[in-house]
């Protein structure tokens, strides 16, 4: 079955420092991976996917992830960090019959 | 559009009595997904239909759950009877499904339940 992991369950960074929340998948076919951002008392937003092409994908409010084939990583990036940034991260992977899966989820949080 | 629509936002009710959660997802949209988010257990897919149609339902914790989509535009998580265990934050989501490629799902703001 798909699985996708988030190896730690907080993440602190310095306001204007570079970020990395790690995620690691498990796939038995070609991986479509994805970030999600959640805010108190929201729904979960888009930040960005992977389907194929380059391994570098670029989302919204300047956050990237790198995809990794070899190590089954998918882990999300900014080279600046902003305390708006603090917030939940989910990764998530589609299912061989289309079910999203998530990750337990990151939090964020920026210190100015 | 106005976005994925659930109802009610919050929910306070007693151990016992049936609850109703309610979607109303993007015009368009072929694929929802109903998940379930605690603390302890993060965010737990419980069912999903294609095109109306339950495809995937092994989420869904116990009998005493229950979800419907009579129609495109609208879908109902029923919980009966009501639990303590199951107080959490329900997610309606919605997408355009593999034809578009790749399932970016669009997230309702949730309905907080909580079942004293």
């Known amino acids: 079955a798909q699985s996708v992991a988030q190896p730690e369950d907080q993440v602190n960074v310095a306001e204007g420092n570079p970020l990395t929340v790690k995620c690691t998948y498990s796939?038995?076919?070609?991986?479509?991976l994805f970030w999600y951002v959640q805010y108190p008392n929201r729904g979960l937003q888009f930040l960005l996917k992977y389907i194929t092409g380059d391994n570098l994908v670029k989302g919204s409010y300047g956050f990237e992830a790198e995809f990794n084939k070899s190590q089954t990583s998918f882990h999300l990036k900014k080279p600046s960090a902003l305390v708006s940034d603090s917030a939940l991260y989910f990764c998530?992977?589609?299912?061989?019959?289309?079910?999203?899966?998530f990750g337990k989820g990151t939090r964020l949080h920026i210190l100015p | 559009d106005a976005g994925v629509i659930q109802s009610p936002r919050h929910e306070v009710t007693e151990m016992g009595q049936e609850v109703t959660l309610r979607c109303k997802p993007i015009?368009?949209?072929?694929?929802l997904f109903w998940y379930r988010q605690t603390m302890m257990r993060g965010l737990e897919l419980l069912i999903y239909?294609?095109?109306?149609?339950?495809?995937?339902d092994s989420g869904m914790p116990e009998d005493r759950f229950s979800a419907k989509m009579p129609n495109a535009s609208f879908s109902t998580l029923k919980i009966q009877p009501s639990e303590p265990r199951d107080s959490a934050v329900y997610f309606c989501?919605?997408?355009?499904?593999?034809?578009?490629?790749?399932?970016?799902?669009?997230f309702g703001a949730g309905s907080r339940l909580t079942v004293l």
């Open positions: 015009s368009g949209h072929n694929s």
């Open positions: 998530a992977v589609r299912d061989w019959d289309d079910k999203i899966i």
């Open positions: 239909f294609n095109n109306n149609v339950p495809i995937d």
């Open positions: 796939v038995s076919g070609n991986p479509y």
């Open positions: 989501a919605s997408s355009l499904g593999r034809s578009s490629g790749a399932n970016v799902l669009t």
